[in-house]
């Protein structure tokens, strides 16, 4: 079994910064890619970020490009993810995925087998 578990949200007025964190752990840790997932209320679950963990190759969802950074700490089987700018309808539960075996698309919430119980992120106006 993978466990994984996320860190770092909060309340936070538009246009401030967050950085959510999220450790893996487990025998069974792949470490093929690593995706972050948001959900609002009433909402679906939508990729946001993901990397690959072997050479480090990042994606993003257009609507967080150039604002959040995904990247990884191998040392620490840890991955991190800068919000910068926030904006309201950022705010969402957010989630950290990781898949037990290689991805065709990081952006594919179903390919991923294990997820944390998901951190909130809520930014006023």
């Known amino acids: 079994q993978v466990q994984v578990v996320e860190s770092g949200g909060g309340l936070v007025q538009a246009g401030g910064s967050l950085r959510l964190s999220c450790a893996a752990s487990?025998?069974?840790?792949?470490?093929?890619?690593m995706g972050w997932f948001r959900q609002a209320p009433g909402k679906e679950r939508e990729f946001v970020a993901a990397?690959?963990?072997?050479?480090?190759?990042?994606y993003y969802a257009d609507s967080v490009k150039g604002r959040f950074t995904i990247s990884r700490d191998g040392a620490k089987d840890t991955v991190y993810l800068q919000m910068n700018n926030l904006k309201p309808e950022d705010t969402a539960v957010y989630y950290c995925?990781?898949?037990?075996?290689?991805?065709?698309?990081?952006?594919?919430?179903?390919?991923?087998?294990?997820w944390g119980q998901g951190t909130r992120v809520t930014v006023s106006s």
């Open positions: 990397i690959r963990w072997s050479g480090g190759n990042t």
């Open positions: 995925e990781t898949p037990a075996t290689v991805v065709a698309s990081v952006a594919n919430s179903t390919e991923y087998t294990y």
């Open positions: 487990g025998r069974t840790f792949s470490r093929y890619a």
